[in-house]
T-cell receptor
Framework: GQQLNQSPQSMFIQEGEDVSMNCTSSSIFNTWLWYKQDPGEGPVLLIALYKAGELTSNGRLTAQFGITRKDSFLNISASIPSDVGIYFCAGQLTGNTPLVFGKGTRLSVIA | DAGVTQSPTHLIKTRGQQVTLRCSPKSGHDTVSWYQQALGQGPQFIFQYYEEEERQRGNFPDRFSGHQFPNYSSELNVNALLLGDSALYLC???????????FGPGTRLLVL
């Protein structure tokens, strides 16, 4: 099935550093969602973006909906150990259509 | 406010067997979608249920079937299990027409 292109695949960072990851698609989406998944758990919704160009924050997390509607970015500022996990982007065409996911970015934080 | 719940948490089956997974949506949600997540991959859409009918289906064979009950809970059935069906099966719920979907903890299925 279709998957979005997420990069980087994995990253190792020092505690306190900022993190950036992105997600691209060959087709347009009208909604972008960012999820975090811990081992053995389901994805937890972090941020939802509904409009091209939109910039939305949730605490130390900031995400942007790309102007072309084919990409999205997630930034985490001042990382802490509990940020460890896999971050997934998901695109959606309309409210009744399925989510299309990337393969995830695995984040490791070194204390 | 109860979130999405799924049962069982883990399941081990052998090839050729059949399995039923269950999902209760977040309180008030009327739409349930099922996703399969293979190891190291993002979730892949299986199908979506609303008003007890399958509304959309991903690229999965007919061995995968489902049901939604009047209380909005849902079941995923997989027949004639293959080794490749081993995965984390996720249920997500939302209000019909709304974009944001909330996921349950998943059921880990291992087919031997």
């Amino acid at each position: 099935g279709q998957q979005l292109n997420q990069s980087p695949q994995s990253m190792f960072i020092q505690e306190g550093e900022d993190v950036s990851m992105n997600c691209t698609s060959s087709s347009i989406f009208n909604t972008w969602l960012w999820y975090k998944q811990d081992p053995g758990e389901g994805p937890v919704l972090l941020i939802a973006l509904y409009k091209a160009g939109e910039l939305t924050s949730n605490g130390r997390l900031t995400a942007q909906f790309g102007i072309t509607r084919k990409d999205s970015f997630l930034n985490i500022s001042a990382s802490i150990p509990s940020d460890v996990g896999i971050y997934f982007c998901a695109g959606q065409l309309t409210g009744n259509t399925p989510l299309v996911f990337g393969k995830g970015t695995r984040l490791s934080v070194i204390a | 406010d109860a979130g999405v719940t799924q049962s069982p948490t883990h399941l081990i089956k052998t090839r050729g067997q059949q399995v039923t997974l269950r999902c209760s949506p977040k309180s008030g949600h009327d739409t349930v979608s099922w996703y399969q997540q293979a190891l190291g991959q993002g979730p892949q859409f299986i199908f979506q249920y609303y008003e007890e009918e399958e509304r959309q289906r991903g690229n999965f064979p007919d061995r995968f079937s489902g049901h939604q009950f009047p209380n909005y809970s849902s079941e995923l059935n997989v027949n004639a299990l293959l080794l490749g069906d081993s995965a984390l099966y996720l249920c997500a719920s939302t209000f019909w027409g709304q974009e944001t979907q909330y996921f349950g903890p998943g059921t880990r299925l291992l087919v031997l």
